[in-house]
């Protein structure tokens, strides 16, 4: 039986820290995984620049709120749903993600959690584990599942090692420099022509 592991940012949904950064227009808050592979240096930057400029978690769940799923998004998940089990392992936090599972119709989500003091600023971030995506998979694996993952950033590179099949879904340049033995893909529909040939064959 297969399990789907998939990002959710750069996949399922736009990047939701590049729309905060158009919000508020603070460009150092564009970076993500797709430019830094540290993903606990990345964070500790966001959270200073919050912090600095006043941000609060009220003012990024509204920015959250106003965003559409990616195109084609619904109809692949919609499309998955009749044929595997579908996870999102994000590095997201559950603080950020409910608006977006709400349109996605509530599939589970592995991610992480804040601290967020009265006033609403974040004051800290916890990640559920070190390399937590990986480990989602392991845990699937340990339970005789195989595993398809998708993503699309340096932060997902150890999960779709570890899955049985693993594949960059629109990845930035570098990315794919960086991991060439990687299947790369750009459109649901190739996702859909892999994901079922590979479910077909069992």
Not at 25 to 37: A, S, Y
Not at 79 to 86: G, N, P, V
Not at 110 to 125: A, E, M, R, Y
Not at 126 to 137: G, I, T
Request: proline letters at 4%.
């Amino acid at each position: 039986m297969y399990i789907v592991c998939c990002d959710l940012e750069g996949v399922l949904v736009p990047e939701v820290w590049i729309n905060v950064a158009r919000w508020t227009g603070i460009d150092e808050l564009k970076l993500t995984t797709r430019d830094i592979n540290d993903y606990n240096a990345l964070m500790k930057r966001r959270l200073e620049i919050l912090r600095f400029h006043g941000i609060t978690i009220n003012d990024i769940q509204k920015v959250i709120s106003l965003l559409d799923l990616m195109p084609g998004a619904m109809d692949f998940i919609n499309w998955l749903h009749r044929r595997a089990q579908l996870i999102v392992v994000s590095d997201t936090f559950r603080e950020f993600a409910d608006p977006l599972l709400e349109k996605m119709g509530w599939p589970f989500l592995f991610c992480h959690h804040l601290s967020i003091d009265n006033n609403g600023t974040i004051t800290d971030f916890h990640l559920r584990q070190p390399d937590a995506k990986m480990r989602v998979v392991e845990s699937f694996q340990s339970l005789n599942y195989q595993v398809i993952a998708i993503g699309d950033s340096y932060n997902d590179i150890t999960m779709l090692r570890k899955a049985e099949l693993g594949i960059l879904y629109g990845p930035p340049q570098n990315v794919i420099n960086d991991n060439p033995d990687l299947r790369v893909v750009n459109s649901y529909k190739q996702l859909k022509t892999i994901v079922s040939n590979l479910i077909q064959m069992e």
